[in-house]
């Protein structure tokens, strides 16, 4: 039926054009003349795609007036506004010791939220501090060496720690050090 009503509404459209140009070629708006291939070939693209779009249209218009929806489905649910809602998370990560706070409590800016763990970062502080130790014990006996000192004196750094027992570990192993190579 789509290929009958196509086939009439071409011939109904060219029969247009063809009285078209016979009567402006009589008035002398403009030059009867055969059409060409490139002109009939836009017009029949057209056509096709008007009466595919008018039966999608229409297919689709239809179908949404007659169908029937069976059923709805209802739950439960809340809106939380989203820029309410704020993520709070450590650069590096941790394990929380003391949490301060709990859900829908208001805070303000500065308030302590909660406390992280400070077992690994005490350990850390103290793998830290027992290198600095070291260090400057080692920049004391190569100072010592290189000005050929008779003996190895304390770092300013470590004379108010001379009693921790990193301290004088240090400090022994770099004397021997000295001892051996002066």
């Known amino acids: 039926m789509i290929a009958r009503l196509s086939a009439d509404l071409y011939r109904l459209v060219g029969a247009i054009s063809a009285r078209t140009r016979t009567i402006a070629a009589a ?5 009867a003349g055969p059409t060409t291939d490139a002109s009939e070939s836009i017009r029949r693209h057209i056509l096709v795609g008007s009466i595919l779009v008018g ?10 007036t007659t169908a029937q929806i069976s059923g709805a489905l209802i739950a439960q649910g809340s809106i ?30 500065g308030d302590v939220l909660l ?14 501090n027992k290198g600095l130790i070291e260090l400057y014990a080692r920049k004391a006996r190569l100072a010592a060496e290189r000005d ?13 720690r ?6 004088k ?6 004397r021997k050090l000295f001892d051996l190579r002066h």
């Not at 050929?148 to 108010?160: I, R, S």
């Not at 570990?169 to 770099?174: K, Q, R, V």
């Open 148 to 160: 050929g000192a008779d003996a190895m004196a304390v770092p300013p750094e470590l004379t108010n």
């Open 115 to 128: 406390r992280l763990d400070e077992t690994v970062t005490r350990a850390n502080l103290a793998i830290v």
């Open 80 to 109: 939380v506004v989203d820029t309410n809602v704020k993520k709070v998370q450590h650069p590096t990560g941790g394990v929380v010791g003391e949490l301060f706070v709990r859900d829908g409590d208001h805070v303000k800016a």
């Open 169 to 174: 570990e240090a400090l022994a192993s770099e």
């Open 27 to 31: 008035v002398g708006l403009g030059q």
């Open 162 to 167: 001379q009693n921790e027992p990193d301290v």
């Open 55 to 64: 039966v999608l249209v229409i297919g689709l218009g239809g179908w949404a």
